[in-house]
C-alpha cells in the first residue's frame, strides 16, 4: 500500500507545477483520500466476534482473559486469545496422556468422538468449536476431537481403566490420579460468619504451571462466571470459581474409585454447566447428578454465599450422598466420605494413616477446630501452604502435607505418581463471601509455600522422568495476587 501512495504523491506534485496548480492540487489531494480509504479497506480488519473480549497482561504468574457473548463467540475468543497457550497445553497434556495411559493420542480422539461427543449438549459443542476455530484463526492445528479430549483429559483415566476391564485386557495406565486439597467452612467457624473456601490443585508440574488462565466469562444465558483453568478447557478442571448468582464451588477427588457410564454426560460438561447455571445448592447438585458418567469422581464443596449454606456433594457412580449446614465446614483431600461409597466403589483403605488422603483428612480437621471463628482468607492461604505431617509428626515437604510435594517424596502417591515425580500442588486460590459478590478471588500459581521447582535441576538428579524434558519447566512460586471481574 505504501508504494501505491507514493505514486498518488508523484502525481500530485505533477499536478501542481502545472498551470492549474491550485485546482489540480486539490483534485489531487482527494484522489489521494479516496485511494488510501479504499486501499485501507481492503487490509484485514478484527474480527466483530473479539470486540467485547480481552486479554490483561500477565500477572503474578496468571493471564486473565474476559469473554462475553454467545457459545460460539465465546470459543472464538477463547481459541484466537489463548491459541499459544492452547497448542503449548495441548503438547503437555497429549505428551503425559501417552505415557500415563500407555495409549496413543488416536485412541482418545476416538474415544472423544464416539463416546463423549454424542452427549455434549449442543451449547458446548458450539464452543468447542469456536474455540477451534479462534485457535485456527491464529495458526493454531487442533481439530474438534483434541478440544473435545483436551476437555475430557481428567475423566478419560476412568473410561480407560474400565475399557481395558470390559476387552479383557491387563491394565495398561496408571488409572485416574489422586487430585486437590480443599475446605470450605462457615457459620461459627468463619471470622464474620460467612463461607470461606480454599482449593490448592495437586497434578503434574507439567501441566500444573500451564493451569494459569483466570477466566472471566459473561455467556449469553446464565450466570457470569470467574474461574481457573487452562487453556483451551471449557470447565475449570480443577473446578474453583464463583458465579454471580452466589454459587461458590470446588472439589477434590475421590481415591482408587472405579466406574464409568458411557451413556452418561461427561464430566466436563457437567462441571461448567452447573457453574454457569446453578443459583442454588439444590441446583448445583441435580445438575451433577443429571446423566453422571462417573468420571473425574468427586467430593464437591458448594457454598451459597446469599444463604451462608455449605455443602459436600460427594458424586459416586452408584452412591451419591449431599450434606449440608449453616454452622460447620467440609474438607476435601480425595478420601472417601461415605463408607458405602467407599466400599463398593473404590479400593481406598479408610484406616491406614500413612496415606496421603488420610493425613491430609486429619491435618484438615485439626486446622478446622484449632482456628474455629477465626477461618477468613488469609488463614485459609497459610492453611494451603501448611506443611505439617500427621503421621510422622512434624513439619516436613512430603505427600502427606496439604501443600503437597510429592518431588520431595520418596514415598509417591501410589500408581498415580510414583517417589520423587514432579508433581503435587501446583497453584491455590482462595474466597470469602464478601469478595465472592464483587466476582473476585485470590490465586497464587506454584506452592503457597514459597518453594520453587527447578526443573533441569530435578531431572539431573531423577533421571527417570527424562521424558518429560520437552514439557517440564521450572516452577517458581510468585505469591498471591487478587483478581476480579472487568
Same mark, same amino acid.
Given at each position: 500500500m505504501r508504494g501505491q501512495l507514493t505514486s498518488l504523491c508523484r502525481i500530485g506534485h505533477r499536478y501542481y507545477n502545472s498551470e492549474m496548480r491550485r485546482t489540480s492540487l486539490l483534485f489531487a489531494v482527494v484522489l489521494l483520500l479516496a485511494a488510501a480509504v479504499s486501499l485501507i479497506s481492503r487490509d484485514?480488519?478484527? =474480527?466483530?466476534?473479539?470486540?467485547?473480549?480481552?486479554?490483561?497482561?500477565?500477572?503474578?504468574?496468571?493471564?486473565?482473559?474476559?469473554?462475553?457473548?454467545?457459545?460460539?463467540?465465546?470459543?472464538?475468543?477463547?481459541?484466537?486469545?489463548?491459541? /499459544?497457550? #492452547?497448542?503449548?497445553?495441548?503438547?503437555?497434556?497429549? !505428551?503425559?496422556?501417552?505415557?500415563? &495411559?500407555?495409549? =496413543?493420542?488416536?485412541?482418545?480422539?476416538k474415544t472423544a468422538e464416539e463416546v463423549l461427543w454424542p452427549h455434549v449438549e449442543q451449547e458446548y459443542r458450539e464452543e468447542i468449536d469456536g474455540i477451534v476455530e479462534g485457535q485456527k484463526a491464529r495458526g493454531g492445528k487442533l481439530d474438534r476431537w483434541d478440544i473435545v479430549a483436551l476437555n475430557a483429559w481428567l475423566e478419560l483415566p476412568y473410561y480407560d481403566k474400565v475399557y481395558d476391564q470390559k476387552h479383557g485386557m491387563a491394565p495398561t495406565g496408571n488409572g485416574p490420579g489422586d487430585h486437590c486439597s480443599a475446605f470450605i467452612a462457615t457459620g461459627s467457624y468463619t471470622k464474620d460468619g460467612r463461607p470461606v473456601i480454599g482449593h490448592n490443585n495437586w497434578t503434574s508440574f507439567s501441566s500444573g504451571e500451564r493451569w494459569n488462565i483466570v477466566f472471566d466469562i459473561t455467556p449469553a444465558k446464565g450466570s457470569r462466571i470467574m474461574m481457573d483453568g487452562a487453556p483451551g478447557l471449557i470447565h475449570s478442571g480443577d473446578d474453583f470459581g464463583v458465579n454471580a448468582a452466589g454459587i461458590m464451588i470446588t472439589e477434590t477427588t475421590i481415591s482408587g474409585f472405579t466406574g464409568w457410564d458411557s451413556n452418561g454426560i461427561p464430566e466436563f460438561v457437567r462441571a461448567r454447566k452447573a457453574m454457569q447455571y446453578s443459583q442454588s445448592i439444590d441446583d448445583y447438585a441435580r445438575i451433577m447428578k443429571e446423566g453422571n458418567n462417573g468420571g473425574y469422581a468427586n467430593n464437591w464443596l458448594i457454598a451459597d454465599r446469599k444463604t451462608g449454606e455449605v455443602a459436600s456433594l460427594e458424586l459416586g457412580l452408584k452412591n451419591v450422598t449431599l450434606l449440608r449446614t449453616k454452622d460447620g465446614y467440609f474438607v476435601g483431600s480425595n478420601f472417601p466420605q461415605d463408607p458405602k461409597l467407599a466400599k463398593e466403589e473404590t479400593d481406598f483403605d479408610l484406616n491406614d494413616k500413612?496415606?496421603?488422603? /488420610?493425613?491430609?483428612?486429619?491435618?484438615? /480437621? =485439626?486446622?478446622?477446630?484449632? /482456628?474455629?471463628?477465626? #477461618?477468613?482468607?488469609?488463614?485459609?492461604?497459610?492453611?494451603?501452604?501448611?506443611?505439617?505431617? !500427621?503421621?510422622?509428626?512434624?513439619?516436613?515437604?512430603? &505427600?502427606? !502435607?496439604?501443600?503437597?510435594? #510429592? &518431588?520431595?517424596?520418596?514415598?509417591?502417591?501410589?500408581?498415580?505418581?510414583?517417589?520423587h515425580a514432579p508433581a503435587g500442588a501446583v497453584q491455590n486460590k482462595i474466597t470469602d463471601a464478601a469478595s465472592a459478590e464483587k466476582m473476585t478471588f485470590q490465586a497464587a500459581l506454584g506452592h503457597a509455600c514459597g518453594t520453587s521447582f527447578k526443573a533441569a535441576e530435578h531431572l539431573a538428579k531423577h533421571k527417570e522422568f527424562a521424558w518429560q524434558r520437552d514439557i517440564l519447566r521450572d516452577m517458581p512460586a510468585r505469591g498471591w495476587a487478587k483478581f476480579s471481574a472487568k
Open positions: 484485514p480488519q478484527p =474480527d466483530a466476534r473479539l470486540k467485547k473480549a480481552s486479554r490483561a497482561a500477565e500477572r503474578a504468574g496468571w493471564i486473565q482473559v474476559h469473554l462475553e457473548g454467545a457459545p460460539s463467540e465465546i470459543g472464538f475468543q477463547h481459541g484466537y486469545l489463548l491459541a /499459544n497457550e #492452547i497448542a503449548d497445553n495441548f503438547k503437555a497434556v497429549s !505428551t503425559e496422556m501417552a505415557h500415563e &495411559e500407555k495409549k =496413543d493420542w488416536a485412541f482418545f480422539r500413612s496415606l496421603s488422603q /488420610n493425613a491430609r483428612r486429619i491435618r484438615w /480437621n =485439626d486446622l478446622m477446630q484449632e /482456628n474455629k471463628g477465626k #477461618i477468613d482468607v488469609a488463614m485459609g492461604e497459610k492453611f494451603l501452604g501448611d506443611h505439617y505431617d !500427621t503421621y510422622d509428626h512434624k513439619t516436613q515437604a512430603s &505427600e502427606r !502435607t496439604l501443600c503437597g510435594h #510429592i &518431588e520431595a517424596s520418596s514415598r509417591g502417591m501410589g500408581s498415580w505418581q510414583p517417589a
